[in-house]
């Protein structure tokens, strides 16, 4: 028997081999089995694969949404918590209000409420506290979110009626002290003017009590003049004070009386209505029928020894007393000359509304006005001074100094330092007579300054 040769039998077992594993890899596709190395793996049908993702994707959602729903609630549930430390912060700000407003006035029950108001909302605070930490949220958070916004409105609310009531205390304590501050102001202005009365009608003339005319000296003029002269402002204060309640403009009025003046100061231009007030009441001053200046029938010339007991008759009395006493007399013409002269029927109206006060001192009868009181304590004191400069002999004399003189030490005071203070000043240019205010008089070898305004002229 022969023997079969490995090599001849390896060949056919081997295309055999080749030939089966392909109708088997075919028949494996056609089957859906896929050899992978040497091992089939079973590939499942596609409509089971988007079966399983689709079930994967299901769980992954829930999942995903279970998460969600929980962040959501923790979310709602610290949004409710801050809701509700929010109305308790506002709750003791309401009892820390109601605290105050109970200490004054002191009010024991209220202090003890609001105590146990503001201790009450601490421990709730306290216990929220310990909410947050513990993430314990026992409550409906919508619910507690409404409830902690009506809580909140609820404490401002009586936050702001708490703060409304202590404004309105302020305000009646604002009152009061108003009242109380007007009722002052109006005593002190009362006495003020009781006080610039009596210092009006009585300034210096103490002095003048003895006085003889035998030893009247130039002293005693000065003295009596510085007298008149504030007697004079004070009637310009107030005669001003009636132009601006009366909406005057001061500019333009103390312009129509000095023209061109260039002021130093805003409150120089009282100057200009002294100036007035003295020009018209001085007017006819060196005559000795100087208070019937303007009459028809002069007066003759008297001895000094008349206008002496002239001026001792009048000098301790009130101006309105001695016109109330002699309607008639030679003073009381004066007053009327006077005051018809320097306050014009227009200012009068502008001031009062009328001219009734005209009416009546023109028929002599003499208002007891503020306004009518003041200018005749002034047209007494400048009577008196008339009468005073004739009992000297020869008889004092009254000068003015022209517009745009040279400054003289000797003849001249000036009402305003400013002048001589300015650097503006050079040697071209130097300060003059703007404005005589008061006149200078004369007596014997005594000269009284004039009290004169300066400003600058340019030399030319």
Known sequence: MEAVMPSAVTPSKSKWSRTLSKVLHRHAAAAGVVPDDGVHKVKLPKETEKWNDCKTAKRLTQKFDRLHDEETETKVALEAIVAKIFATVSAIKAGYAQLQHAQSPYDADGIQKADQIIVSYLKKLSELKQCFLKKQYDFCPEQAMALAEIEELKSVS??????????ESQTRLKESEIIFLREKLEESNKQNKELEKRLNQSGQLVLLDNLHLSSLNPTHFITFLRQTVKSIRTFVRLMIDEMKLADWDINAAASSIERGVVYWKEDDKCFAFESFICREMFKAFHLHYFSLFGSSVPEGKKHPRVFFD???????????EYLAMKPKSTFAKFCRNKYLQVVHPKMESSFFGN????????SYQFPDTTFFTLFAEMAKRVWLLHCLAFCFEPEASIFQISKGCRFS??????????????????PESEPRVSITVVPGFRI??????CQVYLSQFKTR
């Not at 009586?158 to 404004?167: A, C, E, H, R, S």
């Not at 002239?310 to 309105?320: G, V, W």
């Open 158 to 167: 009586t936050t702001f009626k708490v703060t409304g009531k202590k404004l």
């Open 310 to 320: 002239r001026f001792t008759e009048l000098k301790s009395l009130k101006a309105m």
């Open 355 to 362: 001219l009734s006060t005209r009416e009546m001192v023109n």
């Open 409 to 426: 030490e000797v003849y001249m005071e000036s009402v305003a330092e400013e002048a001589f203070l300015s650097s503006e000043i050079t």
């Open 444 to 449: 014997r070898k005594t000269v009284i300054q």
